[in-house]
């Protein structure tokens, strides 16, 4: 695990309270058709789904509270707490574990779904092809995987963007032509550092050119541009 990944981390630990308060601990309108939709490919309970990267557990619940065989794994242990407390007070079995999507401590072909919701946003372009890899050794033959994250290409994460560049061109210790090289390369990657936390924003052509490389079947995708990219995969 490299400093960034740690740094990203210790954040997540720092406001894991803050963040199953406000709006980021619930569902929206968007986010309900999305867990319905899984759930209509996957099939009826019971059915075995991993939740990868689950934060505070709001997606955990959601399909514990359905019946399904719920595990959710997460790197920070401030978030994994939230959700076994929220699953707890709820009276849910959900299966919780400190573990990194890019290793997986399960067997191959064991899940029915995988779900990932706005964590593998985190992990660099490299490393989003290892998760993946995971994520299909994970399923079972005509296994769902939904992969959500924040889109690139949307205005709101391009602003965000050169916000985080130009805070960067301002950092003292950095030559001024690294900083100006550096924009091709932040550019690849997406990245951003916002909020202590690091972002490595993809577009929806990267994410389905390492989907159909890892072997999987696009299903459906939404636009090009949307705010947050959602994608529905199958393991074939």
Known sequence: MNEMEKETIERYNEIAEEYDRDWRGKHDKTQLEHLKKFEEMIGPSPKKILDAGCG???????????GYDVYGIDLSQGMLKKAFEKSKSKNLKVNLSLDDMRSLNFQNNCFDGVWTAAAIVHLSPKEK??????????LKQGGILHIGAQ???????????????VSYLKDSKVNFLIKIKSLKERLRMGYAFLDSRHWFYPTKYNLLKTLKREGFFILETNHLFSRRLSIYA???
Do not use: E
């Not at 092809?129 to 994970?138: C, D, E, S, T």
């Open 56 to 66: 505070t557990g709001k997606d955990c619940i959601y399909f514990a509270s359905h």
């Open 129 to 138: 092809q290892k998760a993946i890899r995971k994520f299909y050794r994970a």
């Open 151 to 165: 889109n690139f290409l949307s205005i709101k994460h391009l602003i965000r963007f050169f916000q985080s560049y």
């Open 234 to 236: 199958q393991k074939k």
